[in-house]
């Protein structure tokens, strides 16, 4: 007979692992794909001071460490690959990922979301040679350098956060002339004595021959070009939600993040949503694993409705 998961959950972030929990523990028998990134964006990251329950603060590796074996203790299943495609429109659903084909009565959708480009030529030339959208990953190398941050938002506060640990001067460079960013955020920010703000420039080009040496901008308002050394380049001006799968499966607003209703449904019966992925207002590991649990509990309600699982009240 063919296998029918109960729950299938795609993405192992702190949403993904959350509803692994969860369902794990409300009798569902998760299947997590786990993902290529498996732990999702805070794997990318050092300390995580604001995860309650942790008042000396988390490394982010650490954190989804701790997360991926509790879901494991609770007998969530993983497969360690990307789903490449799925099939919402039959019923069980099915999952398509990089070796197996899975069939499932519900899912949850915890795919998360990746750093956006400007698509210059001369950036996407020197990515990994001067040019990053990770300030974590690659904020080390630019020791005592200086450094260009593009961007006006939170991503752009916390990218040059992280910088001004490591360069000599950061510059935060935005197009307009007032940040989008939560005031906190960007209070904390220019409390860095190291960092300057460029206002209302673009970046027109970056500069060098085997590495970044410099970059080319423009002043919006004037037309005024200018040339500055630089030693690095963060792009960080937001991010694009991992959907690409879904296109023509599920509702996605205009930026491809998935639309919900009830914060957790999807246009779907039976799929759920949680975490970045449809979020793009608070974007933190709180409040994707807060979401994780709505999902698993919204999921667990369906498959009772189904009468797939035993109520238990
Ligand atoms: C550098 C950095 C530092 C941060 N610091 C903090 C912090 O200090 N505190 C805080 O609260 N938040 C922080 N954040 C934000 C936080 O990491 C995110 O809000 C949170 O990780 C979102 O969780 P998520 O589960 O929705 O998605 P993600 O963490 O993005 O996880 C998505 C998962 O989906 C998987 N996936 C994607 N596509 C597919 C596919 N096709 N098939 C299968 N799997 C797929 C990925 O591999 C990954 O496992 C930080 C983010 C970054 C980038």
Not at 89 to 96: L, M, R, S
Not at 134 to 143: E, H, I, P, Q, Y
Not at 209 to 229: D, F, H, P, R, S
Not at 262 to 267: A, F, R, V, Y
Request: with cysteine; charged share 25%.
């Amino acid at each position: 007979m063919e296998k029918i998961e109960k729950l299938v959950i795609i993405g192992s972030g702190p949403a993904g692992l959350t509803a692994a929990i969860y369902s794990a523990r409300g009798n569902l028998n998760p299947v997590m794909v786990a993902g290529r990134v498996a732990g999702g964006q805070l794997t990318l990251t050092t300390d995580v001071d604001d995860f309650p329950g942790f008042p000396e603060g988390i490394q982010g590796p650490d954190l989804m460490v701790n997360m991926r074996k509790q879901a494991e203790k609770f007998l969530t299943r993983f497969i360690d690959e990307d789903v490449v495609s799925v099939d919402f429109k039959q019923k069980p659903f099915i999952i398509q990922t990089e070796s197996q084909t899975l069939k499932a009565q519900s899912v949850i959708i915890a795919t998360g979301a990746s750093a956006k480009w400007l698509n210059l030529e001369s950036e996407q030339k020197f990515i990994g040679r001067g040019v990053s959208a990770c300030a974590v990953c690659d904020g080390f190398f630019f020791k005592d350098k200086t450094i260009l941050v593009i961007g006006g938002g939170d991503t752009a506060m916390r990218e040059t956060q992280h910088l001004a640990k490591f360069g000599k001067k950061v510059i935060l460079m935005h197009r307009r002339s007032e940040f989008r960013a939560q005031a906190a955020l960007v209070n904390l920010v220019k409390s860095k004595t190291n960092v300057e703000f460029l206002m209302n420039f673009n970046l027109e080009e970056v500069l060098g021959e085997q590495k970044v040496t410099g970059v080319k901008i423009k002043n919006v308002e004037t037309g005024e070009i200018k040339q500055l050394e630089m030693d690095g380049v963060f792009i960080a001006i937001g991010h694009k939600p991992n959907t690409d799968f879904l296109k023509g499966q599920i509702d996605l607003d205009e930026q491809g993040y998935i639309k919900v209703l009830d914060e957790i449904k999807s246009s779907v019966e039976g799929i759920f949503v949680a975490g970045d992925v449809a979020d793009h207002r608070y974007r933190q590991a709180v409040t994707a694993a807060g979401a994780g649990c709505k999902a698993a509990l919204d999921a667990e309600s369906f498959l009772e409705q189904l009468h797939v699982v035993e109520v238990t009240t």
